[in-house]
């Protein structure tokens, strides 16, 4: 749980060049555009004392606040950003923000709200209507996995991570603003969208999460790109802002299109290895390069270079086998957890990142829970310090031996942990830098070749070392779920369904090959032992086949028939065709991405899938090339 540490929040009111920018950019009424209001830094004391005093001085485009200063230039296409200490001591700051009001729209403001990590649900919400799902919730231990920032939001507060679109009543002639970070690596970026007494602002805040500044220290904050034009152009800007972004970070975006099969959908924790080599004698009937073994063979979480009882051979027999076939083998491991009764646990327990409440440790940082896994504290998971040395030479032998076992394709999931509010070894970097450190110290290990596939990871963080990311929650054999089975208030859009996989398989298609590619998660082809009915299987894989994201199959390959050998040589085809077009800067688009909560549509070059998010049916019309 979050520590409850007092924050002091500064204001500075009226803002760089206020009414002098208000004038000169005098938009049209009826255009959502941004008007420039203040900057806000909020602190975190170590002594857990609260100070009251705010320092609102500014000159020219420097800004004191309190214990820090804030540099800024501002201009139309959005603002660089740089924070420093002022005063001979260090400072905890949570967050930096600058705060815009949103005006000119008519009706009340939409907001594509891009969540946090890969299965984060990514959608439009209503200001006024909708609320953050951390209000309903109020669990900063889920909401740590869930958001940059684990608290709860404030009430009637939308947010959305990395990039938004804010847009107005939709209709003709409605207009739309893009804010977003060009980089996620030194921190996270949230967009947070409030009605303040009748005023909608927009506070675009770099999230430092509690990371310490020394004296004298200055930070340079992710640049800030703001783009705007009508609604129907929203998904072409994101496009733009992902490009941008993209090139900033060095994104890895050239691995080949990705065709496999993966254990989890199929097994879940209960896969062995006869089912592996059962599977394997099947595959030479299908198009795999990739075969995935997913989460069930590892000793315990932490010890993944050990297979478990299931499992007769070790990671280099069953990389062995894959490979022997002719295929390329993949291996699942979550690298930033540990079973507390794991070896790994019980061996280092100074790796471990430390729970600290007010000031004070009260033991290792519990950052998931899946009771399946066990781990001797209820299925309890402790997260690895990313900023320990001892951590990254860790993380870097694991990497490197599985490599070394046989396996280049590594599927790193349950990234999240490092991000958590707690004690680290290096009390200065941020939850951005953490993460991305525990990436960086795999992708050493791993070797520049290797194909590093992201899940559950705060997607910004990862730009340049991951060539691929999950960017929906998990599917399932059913398409939605009954409201009824939410686990934790407000985040059922969190649960294993294929629709929610579907919705963010729309929303965030523009990410794909711009940024990494895309993995939408598995196909499901069966037809039997599957609440999907076929159309929504169909819709499902038409999705990601018009996506041109990653394809990967996880069925039982006994149970499959002539249907799904056309399906899948269906879903190829689209594949291919929309990313051999998204390598050369297109790829597919989401027209529909403002209109409703969810979106309906995805076209590329390859066809348009119109689906019912309710029921799961859909038609497709292909393109046809002469
Ligand atoms: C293995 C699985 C598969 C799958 C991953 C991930 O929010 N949740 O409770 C939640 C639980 C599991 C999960 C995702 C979310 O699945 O996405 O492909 O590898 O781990 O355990």
């Known amino acids: 749980m979050r520590s409850s540490r007092p924050s002091v929040r500064y204001l500075l009111v009226g803002g760089p060049r206020g009414d002098e920018q208000r004038r000169r950019r005098a938009p049209t009424v009826g255009v959502v555009h941004l008007l420039p209001l203040r900057v806000e830094a909020e602190l975190s004391d170590a002594e857990g004392t609260r100070s009251e005093v705010a320092d609102l001085e500014g000159t020219g485009q420097s800004f004191g606040l309190g214990p820090l200063e804030v540099d800024l230039e501002l201009h139309d296409a959005g603002m660089e950003w740089s924070v420093a200490t002022r005063g001979d001591r260090a400072v905890r700051v949570r967050s930096v923000s600058f705060v815009y009001a949103v005006a000119g729209g008519r009706g009340p403001v939409r907001m594509l709200r891009n969540g946090y990590q890969s299965w984060s649900p990514s959608s439009v919400g209503v200001l006024g209507i909708d609320v953050d799902p951390s209000i309903r919730a109020d669990l900063p231990f889920l909401q740590a996995a869930q958001h940059a920032d684990q608290r709860r939001a404030a009430p009637g507060e939308l947010r959305s991570e990395w990039v938004t679109v804010l847009a107005d009543d939709p209709g003709p002639g409605s207009t739309c603003i893009l804010v977003g970070f060009d980089g996620g690596d030194r921190h996270d970026g949230t967009l947070r969208l409030l009605d303040v007494d009748g005023t909608v602002e927009v506070r675009v805040e770099a999230f430092l999460g509690d990371a310490v500044l020394d004296s004298g220290a200055r930070r340079d904050l992710h640049a800030v790109r703001i783009d705007s034009g009508p609604v129907s152009g929203a998904a072409a800007m994101l496009e733009r802002w992902a490009d941008a972004t993209g090139r900033v970070g060095g994104a890895r975006?050239?691995?080949?299109?990705?065709?496999?099969?993966?254990?989890?959908?199929?097994?879940?924790?209960?896969?062995?290895?006869?089912?592996?080599?059962?599977?394997?004698a099947l595959a030479d009937q299908w198009p795999f390069e990739v075969f995935q073994i997913d989460d069930g063979y590892q000793a315990a979480i932490g010890d993944w270079l050990d297979t478990n009882d299931r499992f007769p051979s070790d990671l280099a027999g069953l990389a062995g086998s894959i490979r022997g076939s002719g295929r390329t083998p993949g291996l699942w491991l979550a690298p930033f957890l540990v079973a507390p009764d794991s070896d790994v646990a019980r061996r280092h327990p100074d790796w471990i990142a430390r729970h600290v409440v007010g000031g004070v440790d009260t033991g290792p940082l519990r950052t998931w829970w899946n009771p399946p896994w066990g781990g001797g504290e209820d299925g309890f998971m402790y997260g690895l310090d990313t900023t320990h040395p001892g951590v990254v030479e860790h993380l870097e032998a694991v990497a490197a031996s599985a490599v070394e076992a046989g396996f280049p394709y590594l599927k790193l999931d349950f990234t999240f942990s490092p991000s958590v509010d707690g004690g680290y070894s290096d009390p200065g970097r941020t939850p951005a830098e953490r993460v991305r450190a525990g990436f960086a110290a795999i992708r050493r290990g791993a070797g520049p070749d290797a194909f590093l596939l992201g899940c559950g990871v705060p997607l910004s963080n990862v730009v340049g070392l991951v060539d691929a990311n999950r960017i929906g929650p998990d599917v399932a054999p059913t398409w939605s779920l009954d409201p009824a089975t939410e686990i934790v208030a407000g985040y059922l859009g969190t649960q294993p369904a294929t629709a929610h996989a579907f919705t963010n398989t729309l929303t965030r298609a523009f990410m794909h090959r711009r940024l990494w590619l895309n993995d939408p998660d598995c196909l499901m082809l069966r037809s039997e032992g599957t609440d999907l009915s076929d159309a929504a299987a169909r819709t499902w894989a038409h999705a990601v086949g018009v996506s041109g994201g990653m394809v990967l199959v996880s069925d039982d390959l006994a149970l499959l028939g002539p249907d799904a050998h056309t399906l899948l040589d269906e879903v190829l085809a689209l594949g291919r065709s929309t990313d051999a077009d998204a390598r050369s800067g297109g790829g597919a688009r989401c027209p529909d991405l403002l209109q409703h909560a969810t979106p309906r549509r995805l076209v590329s070059v390859a066809g348009a899938l119109d689906a019912d998010p309710l029921t799961g049916a859909s038609e497709l019309v292909v393109t046809v090339t002469g």
Request: hydrophobic share 45%; with cysteine; aromatic share 22%.
């Open 253 to 280: 975006t050239t691995a080949p299109f990705q065709v496999g099969w993966c254990s989890w959908y199929q097994y879940f924790h209960e896969l062995t290895e006869a089912d592996i080599v059962a599977n394997l």
